[in-house]
């Protein structure tokens, strides 16, 4: 960044501003032409970093918006103060004009919110055809989108005497087995590193 001499004392100024047209605006870099070739240079410190906070699903809001900024984002789409579309990892910062000093980065963390499944075990069922589905016990599922019955009919079990030994005799013809997994489960929860869930997904913002 460049400096200022004043009282002859190099000073770093934090921001300049400049009046042009009646209006104050922030000098963001200054072009100096040097053996006929002009050069620019950053003249101000970068603006204060984006404060964000996660206010809808998969959505952001830079509570300090500043609409005479230049915002550089990764992994988002901004629409003026808001940040939707976003993607786990999505960064914002901020500086004055194209080509100054930006700012801090701020980052965007979102985590899709489900069910977890953990420990398993079969159920078999065996019965004449058209056999219904088979139903997970005690609140358990099939699948981590919560299905606890499925899988009708079955293997068809055509040796006949496999079929009277499962079937009992009552449907020689017709006998079919199915095992299907169940699982323990729980919803995902990650208050405790700081994420809101909105909807079905959790928002965390890390501000520079």
């Known amino acids: 960044?460049?400096?200022?001499?004043?009282?002859?004392?190099?000073?770093?100024?934090?921001v300049t501003s400049v009046k042009v047209a009646g209006t104050w605006r922030t000098a963001a870099t200054v072009s100096v032409k040097i053996d006929g070739v002009w050069r620019t240079t950053t003249f101000a410190g970068p603006p204060p970093p984006p404060t964000l906070s996660y206010t809808a699903q998969s959505q952001f809001t830079i509570t300090n918006y500043n609409a005479a900024l230049v915002y550089v984002v990764?992994?988002?789409?901004?629409?003026?103060s808001l940040l939707t579309s976003v993607s786990n990892g999505a960064?914002?910062?901020?500086?004055?004009?194209v080509g100054a000093t930006t700012s801090n980065v701020s980052t965007m963390n979102v985590l899709a919110h489900g069910r977890?499944?953990?420990?398993s075990f079969g159920v078999t069922d065996t019965g004449c055809g058209p056999r219904g589905s088979i139903c997970c016990p005690g609140g358990t599922i099939q699948d981590a989108s919560g299905s606890?019955?499925?899988g009708a009919p079955g293997s068809f079990i055509a040796d006949p005497a496999q079929a009277a030994a499962f079937c009992?005799?009552?449907?020689?013809?017709?006998?079919y087995q199915l095992t299907v997994t169940c699982y323990n489960w729980y919803f995902t929860n990650y208050t405790g590193s700081g994420y809101t869930l909105i909807g079905n997904v959790w928002g965390r913002a890390t501000n520079g």
Do not use: K, Q
């Open 168 to 175: 009992g005799g009552a449907c020689n013809s017709n006998c």
């Open 116 to 119: 977890v499944l953990t420990t």
């Open 148 to 150: 606890v019955c499925g």
């Open 1 to 14: 960044m460049s400096g200022v001499r004043v009282s002859g004392v190099w000073r770093t100024p934090a």
């Open 74 to 80: 990764s992994g988002a789409t901004r629409t003026g």
């Open 91 to 97: 960064t914002i910062a901020a500086s004055y004009a």
